[in-house]
């Protein structure tokens, strides 16, 4: 695999930046664990297989063989395929590509020399092409892709898969010619041979261009041959042809990868850490300066024997001590809630730590998808025992039913969008729907392993004895003064959303770059790094907004410090309404659709994740502060 990169803490000594120096260097040629190369010799097989269909335009993906491609004898065998690879709507099956290791092979026909194809068929090609789709086939495990320059940079560069055709002067031309280049490398001292490399070429070949023999073999007559017009109104004869080329490579296996996941934008992911760790340092200067300082000195006060009642009068987060842990409203939505996050947050951890180790890889399709599922099924168990623990710290009593709201809640409105969304997908005959038994399976694998767990977690965690507080509740509830503008619930919200959002958005646009774009993600090390710093920036600046929520007597902190730690799904939101206008072309109603679906899901999710890490942040703050001073 291509560059594992790693992540250190970001507090600057000598031990983190040694860390950092040896984990966020590139490490190339770095091999997936449990991904074996295969060796070949001279004129063994070698199998390509077809995966699906793409389009960044309709971001529905297709079946291969829902076109009128040629096919091996009639015979269609479908490769078993991981949750993660059907999700993706992968159907990897076999094609008639005959193909010999180190066996160069001129021009042969495929098929389509003895019969035309209906014109229903030619229009489906012809709309395929309108709508940018892209062929991804793959040959020992590696996508094929398609060498292309940059005009920027004048660098070769490469895009997976090969384009189904294209538009020229509004006419529709195919690409029905493929010219192959495998590319191996030769381990002398072992005689053996591995493939690593695997590029294709298309080309437009009309018919009066091509010479086709009774062998199969063929010839095209001309250097620059006329493109092959399509011509959805009449039935037409599309021969499909190809030819082999093998070349040595000093790549090693290890590397084979490189050429997918090299990116020339390395540096704006460097500047992304770089800023990201400045927003850091200047929220611990004020956390520190600020918060540390003024806490010190009024602590200091508070505890003084002498001319007590005048200091209470300077700083009023001691005045509420009464009411501070008074249990909030909806206590069993609020823990439902961070359990959920809580959730979230242990699986994203688990998922991109094993990502950036390269046990989950693009090598090992489906991987990251399978395991971020099973993952947060059995992470159930910690978000069952710590909502159950703060459910019973706020004072809740049908920790049943409580239970039941932790495991189905989210999960539910994930499971019912996603249901409702695969109808649309039915619809367009698409193969990213998901089968009814693969959603029964999903099905069965939320209710027969994550509730159990959540359940499982809940009662241990309700039996706990609830979080120590170090004041006591007064029975009389304070008033609480009016407050400003600046301390309104939405306000606070935009505000806490800024700094933690800004500091994760260019490594956010790389990931819908991944997702919308069919790329290939890989720099999971900046990822971890990036998600760590999301955690130290939300936590602090909870933190900030409910130490002065507190100053100005407002003890109402456990919603606020919950939905203000949401903001930057709030810039997560505007930032995919904007990806969806200036980055994609977007204009049937389903794609649509499902863009904006998938998108709400992850603005919920990302919401849950931040806003538990806001809570838990400035819970523990509260405690801590009012734990240092004297209450009589």
């Excluded at 770095?30 to 070698?46: H, L, N, S, W």
């Excluded at 298309?202 to 250097?223: F, G, I, M, Y």
């Excluded at 242990?346 to 180790?357: E, N, P």
């Excluded at 490594?507 to 290939?520: D, G, N, P, V």
Aim: with cysteine; glycine share 6%; net charge neutral.
């Amino acid at each position: 695999m291509h560059r594992s990169l790693g992540m250190g803490i970001c507090w600057p000594s000598a031990t983190t930046l040694v860390v950092l120096c040896t984990l966020l260097c590139p490490l190339r040629a770095f091999v997936v664990p449990g991904v074996a190369p295969k060796d070949f010799q001279a004129d063994d097989e070698v199998e390509v297989k077809a995966v699906k269909l793409t389009s960044d335009k309709t971001q529905l993906p297709y079946d291969y063989y829902s076109l009128p491609f040629c096919k091996l004898d009639g015979r269609l065998e479908y490769k078993s395929e991981n949750l993660g690879e059907i999700l993706r709507g992968d159907r990897i099956v076999n094609t008639p590509y005959k193909m010999q290791f180190l066996k160069d092979s001129a021009c042969r026909v495929l098929c389509g020399d003895d019969k035309p194809l209906p014109s229903a068929d030619i229009k489906k090609i012809a709309e395929r092409i309108h709508d940018e789709y892209s062929v991804h086939l793959i040959a020992d495990n590696l996508p094929v892709a398609t060498p292309f320059k940059n005009i920027h940079t004048q660098l070769t560069e490469y895009e997976i898969g090969y384009r189904l055709g294209s538009l020229v002067d509004n006419q529709v031309v195919m690409f029905n010619y493929l010219q192959f280049v495998f590319r191996y490398h030769h381990i002398i001292e072992e005689n053996l041979y591995r493939i690593v490399g695997f590029e294709v070429y298309p080309r437009s070949v009309s018919l009066e261009d091509l010479e086709v023999t009774e062998l199969k073999t063929c010839r095209v007559k001309s250097n620059d041959p006329q493109p092959l017009v399509l011509n959805p109104a009449s039935e037409q004869k599309i021969v499909f042809a190809y030819e082999v080329e093998w070349q040595e490579s000093p790549v090693k296996w290890a590397s084979r990868w490189d050429v997918y996941l090299a990116r020339k934008d390395g540096q704006i992911h460097w500047f992304n850490i770089v800023n990201a760790l400045i927003i850091v340092l200047l929220m611990t200067g004020i956390v520190t300066v600020i918060l540390i300082r003024t806490l010190r000195r009024d602590i200091a006060k508070y505890n003084a024997e002498d001319d007590l009642d005048s200091h209470l009068e300077e700083s009023g987060w001691k005045m509420v001590h009464g009411d501070v842990f008074r249990p909030p409203r909806y206590p069993k939505l609020l823990s439902t809630l961070v359990g959920s996050g809580i959730q979230i947050v242990s699986m994203f951890g688990v998922t991109i730590g094993l990502a950036m180790l390269g046990f989950l890889s693009p090598a090992s399709r489906g991987s990251i998808m399978s395991g971020g599922i099973f993952l947060y099924c059995f992470m159930g168990i910690i978000a069952g025992y710590q909502a159950g623990r703060l459910y019973r710290t706020m004072r809740g009593q049908q920790w049943k039913s409580a239970a039941l709201w932790t495991g189905t809640l989210f999960p539910g409105v994930l499971f019912g969008t996603l249901f409702i969304l695969n109808f649309f997908i039915w619809g367009k005959k698409s193969s990213g729907a998901v089968p009814f038994s693969i959603m029964v399976a999903l099905l069965a694998i939320w209710l027969g392993i994550s509730l159990p767990l959540v359940f499982l977690g809940y009662y241990f965690g309700f039996r706990k004895a609830p979080f120590s507080h170090p004041v006591q509740v007064k029975h009389i509830p304070r008033v609480v003064p009016e407050q400003s503008w600046t301390n309104h619930p939405a306000v606070t919200t935009i505000l806490a959303g800024l700094l933690p959002f800004g500091a994760v958005f260019l490594e956010l646009s790389f990931i819908f770059t991944a997702i919308w774009k069919h790329e290939y993600y890989f720099l999971f090390g900046f990822l971890f790094l990036v998600f760590l710093i999301l955690i130290v920036t939300t936590a602090q600046v909870s933190i900030i907004i409910i130490y002065f929520q507190l100053c100005n007597e407002d003890y109402n902190w456990w919603w606020r410090s919950f939905i203000a730690s949401c903001g930057p799904a709030v810039y997560l939101f505007l930032y995919s309404v904007a990806y969806f206008y200036f980055r994609l072309e977007i204009d049937d109603f389903v794609p649509e659709l499902l863009y904006f679906g998938y998108s709400a899901l992850m603005v919920i999710t990302f919401a849950l994740m931040t806003g538990s890490i806001g809570f838990v942040a400035a819970y523990f703050f509260i405690r801590k502060i009012y734990s240092a001073v004297k209450i009589d």
